[in-house]
């Protein structure tokens, strides 16, 4: 019997360890208002992993309550190098002349394959909400997570972003 609880304990500290979550409580924030997604800072070495959450954590947002959602994704002259700070400014700029109301900004600090036998994915991504009307930061949150050696890169992103976008404190506005 204590073989077996001991095994179960080990499995779930391994999976537990998967992934780490940690953000602020931040105000609420009505899920009524007009949300911009620019593309994130890609910080990775993969090429427009930006974009890729970004484009993600757009329709999360609509999945979670808010109907209210834009996706800006400033065109470049090479996706493979443009700068993303600058991207993402042309896109906050744009999103402010077109009334949004909340900008989802942030970075992608890692996005890719481990390299080794199974290539598990890794992901990982700081997200910032700011209030277009004066730049303030209405809330921040980071997670990462090392999926398992099948389960692909956009799904380990997906889980990261589900978790963010759960952790923020959106609330259901008057509709």
Not at 9 to 32: F, H, N, R, Y
Not at 48 to 73: T, W
Not at 128 to 157: H, I, K, Y
Request: negative net charge; glycine residues 8%.
């Amino acid at each position: 019997m204590i073989k077996h609880q001991l095994t179960l304990w080990l499995m779930l500290t391994l999976l537990a360890g998967c992934s780490v979550i940690q953000s602020q409580d931040g105000k609420p924030i009505p899920d009524d208002n007009q949300f911009a997604v620019v593309p994130l800072n890609n910080l990775s070495q993969t090429p427009q992993a930006g974009d890729q959450a970004a484009s993600i954590l757009s329709a999360i947002l609509r999945a979670n309550g808010a109907e209210q959602v834009s996706l800006y994704l400033p065109d470049g002259q090479n996706p493979l190098v443009y700068e993303s700070r600058q991207r993402q400014r042309e896109a906050t700029d744009e999103a402010a002349r077109d009334g949004a109301d909340f900008i989802l900004t942030g970075t992608v600090d890692e996005w890719r394959y481990k390299s080794g036998l199974d290539g598990e994915p890794a992901v990982g991504i700081t997200l910032e909400v700011r209030r277009v009307q004066d730049n303030t930061l209405v809330w921040s949150g980071t997670s990462a997570r090392t999926g398992w050696g099948r389960e692909s890169l956009s799904v380990a992103g997906h889980k990261v972003l589900q978790k963010l976008v759960n952790a923020m404190p959106l609330v259901s506005g008057n509709r």
